[in-house]
């Protein structure tokens, strides 16, 4: 039995936590090198906030996946 995400759930789209944690703490070269600034440039656009959340959507979130909303 597979689930089918709802549409207004909050969740669907947000990546998994073992892939938000490698985009947290993966390794990123130094801004002071011509190297790393083009990998800078090339990159700065890929950090999407999470949408912002009706306090209805806020009680559906599991308690665990709730941080990943403070922003």
Same mark, same amino acid.
């Given at each position: ?9 909050? #969740? ?12 947290? #703490? ?20 890929? #950090?999407?906030?999470?949408?912002? #959340? ?18």
């Amino acid at each position: 039995m597979s689930h089918v995400p709802d549409p207004g759930d909050p #969740l669907v789209g947000l990546p998994p936590r073992p892939r938000m944690a490698e985009l947290i #703490l993966g390794g990123r070269p130094q801004r002071d090198t011509y190297s790393g600034w083009q990998h800078y440039r090339a990159h700065r656009g890929r #950090l999407v906030p999470p949408p912002a #959340l009706t306090p209805d959507q806020w009680r559906i979130v599991p308690a665990a996946r709730r941080t990943d909303y403070d922003l």
